[in-house]
């Protein structure tokens, strides 16, 4: 059996001759009932799951890759990874019978994966990818929404795992006005649990704060996020929503070199990963080289 390339160089493998087929996925859950994305041993997480599931379905050990490792307790709506699947096992993703009518190349695979995947975790959609493709290094952004309800009552039962409650009022304004001074290129090491060898050097693209009656949400987009990033954020403006810090404070925690204790994560229920953007085909080569280069703030 030929190795897989994932576990070399993780480079596409659609045009190396090497004898695998690189596919897209979109992919959603509820990441309540999971350890996160990552594998874990001993652990039930997403992509433990996922695995096993088109191991199962494809005769031979494969693997996803991720644009974005979610944590424990997060959920997905669109999550995108990549998998590299060898040429002899392709045949087991169509349907032994053919039918006249045209229908999209994989759509009889993600019918099987409905069965064969539990009820949180979803393929949405399946298809080849194109050269240079890369789940995690062709991304150009991630977008993530947290939600939270200020609600004297909490949240209603049908969305109480995908939305905080919070017991203080918030003032909107406030926590908008310190999200603008976090905008752009910065190393972020204060909001970022450690990584032996990561980056903490992002580009925050977005962080929109808004309120509709008891409902608050804040959409947050980056070209990429490291370790516990989006939810400590949050659980910084959250401070200054509640006052206890003045909007001008979060400024100051990016001069930070570490972790800060000043704050506590939000809670990781109420994240939601909703998409992620990449560039077209032509270019997904050339932003996967710009993505692995260390980045520096000057």
């Known amino acids: 059996m030929p190795t897989s390339p994932s576990s070399m160089s993780n480079e596409p493998a659609i045009d190396s001759g090497g004898g695998f087929v690189r596919l897209r996925l979109d992919i959603a859950y509820d990441g309540t009932e999971y350890a996160g994305w990552a594998p874990q041993v001993g652990l039930r997480t997403v992509a433990g799951v996922l695995d096993e ?26 999550q995108v990874v990549h998998l590299d699947v060898p040429d002899h096992a392709l045949r087991h993703a169509y349907p032994r019978t053919t039918r006249a009518e045209a229908a999209p190349e994989f759509l009889s695979l993600v019918r099987r994966l409905a069965r064969f995947l539990p009820a949180d975790v979803r393929v949405l959609d399946i298809n080849r990818a194109a050269a240079g493709f890369d789940a995690r290094f062709s991304a150009l952004r991630r977008h993530y929404v947290y939600r939270l309800s200020t609600a004297p009552y ?19 304004d406030a926590m908008a006005t310190a999200s603008r001074d976090l905008l752009g290129l910065n190393d972020f ?4 649990r450690h990584r032996d060898g990561a980056t903490t050097i992002r580009d925050l693209q977005r962080l929109d704060w808004s309120r509709d009656g008891d409902r608050v949400n804040v959409h947050v987009s980056a070209d990429a996020f490291c370790w516990s990033m989006v939810r400590s954020l949050v659980g910084a403006l959250l401070a200054v929503g509640e006052h206890r810090r003045e909007p001008g404070w979060c ?8 972790r800060s204790s000043d704050f506590a994560a939000a809670p990781p229920h109420g994240l939601t990963l909703v998409g992620v953007d990449y560039p077209p085909d032509d270019e997904l080569e050339a932003r996967t080289r710009v993505t692995r280069e260390l980045r520096v703030v000057d």
């Open 154 to 172: 909490g949240v209603e039962p049908q969305e109480a795992r995908y939305v905080t409650t919070w017991p203080r009022p918030l003032d909107v």
């Open 189 to 192: 090491a204060a909001f970022c």
């Open 251 to 258: 400024a100051t925690l990016l001069t930070s070199t570490q």
């Open 53 to 78: 599931a088109l191991s199962t379905v494809f005769r031979t050990p494969v693997q996803c890759r991720a644009a974005g490792r979610t944590d424990a307790g997060v959920h997905a709506t669109g």
